[in-house]
Each structure stands twice: as structure tokens, then as C-alpha cells.
């Protein structure tokens, strides 16, 4: 069984910062792309930041600049480092991991429950 658990999310001030965690435990063989995804009250699901195995990054255009991904292999852990954030970016973040658990020869996908973050004054 694999699990994702989100952690970091919170109540902060326009321009303030968070930081995001988001653990995968259980028999985790391999982990191919790591992703931080939100959905705002009333819209759909959208991408935030995606990780490649390789260390390559691609960001979402309205949070370029202001928000970092990175990951720690050792730990399946990624990050989301959110800096001047706006209310804007308020929202259920979700962690995404496309890995690899014992006993299988494929990739799933898997996701965490979410945390929340509300950005206001």
C-alpha cells in the first residue's frame, strides 16, 4: 500500500511564504515525476509544478518566479516553496506521484488528500 501525505498548508498574509511537503510511504520501488497540482472553490484541478526524475522543472506561468519544486530522492519527498504568494493562490494543493511500488512491473499514478492554503489579510 502506498500512501501520500501532504503537509506545510496554512493561513498566510498576501506577499508571505509556505512550504510544502509531500511524503510517499509504503513499498515504494521508484518514482518517475513528482507534481504539485490546486484547485481553487469552483474551478478545476491545474497544475502548479512538475519535477522530473531528472531534475528537470516545469511551472505553471502564474507562479513562475515565486514558487520553487524540488525533491529528495532518499526521503520520496517533494517540495513546494511558495513565496509572494496572492490570494489568488488560494487553494486545495495536491501531491502527485507517478512511481513504481513492489511487486508491480508498471508506474501508477497516486495522490495525496490535499492541503489547504488560503492566502488573505
Known amino acids: 500500500q502506498v500512501q501520500l501525505v501532504e503537509s506545510g498548508g496554512g493561513l498566510v498574509q498576501p506577499g508571505g511564504s509556505l512550504r510544502l511537503s509531500c511524503a510517499a510511504s509504503?513499498?515504494?520501488?521508484?518514482?518517475?515525476?513528482m507534481g504539485w497540482y490546486r484547485q481553487a472553490p469552483g474551478k478545476q484541478r491545474e497544475v502548479v509544478a512538475v519535477i522530473f526524475s531528472s531534475g528537470n522543472t516545469n511551472y505553471a506561468d502564474s507562479v513562475k518566479g515565486r514558487f520553487t519544486i524540488s525533491r529528495d530522492n532518499a526521503k520520496n519527498t517533494v517540495y513546494l516553496q511558495m513565496n509572494s504568494l496572492k490570494p489568488e493562490d488560494t487553494a486545495v494543493y495536491y501531491c502527485?506521484?507517478?512511481?513504481?511500488?513492489?511487486?508491480?512491473?508498471?508506474?501508477?499514478?497516486?495522490w495525496g488528500k490535499g492541503t489547504l492554503v488560503t492566502v488573505s489579510s
Open positions: 502527485n506521484m507517478r512511481l513504481r511500488k513492489s511487486g508491480s512491473w508498471s508506474f501508477g499514478e497516486y
Open positions: 509504503g513499498s515504494v520501488v521508484s518514482i518517475d515525476v
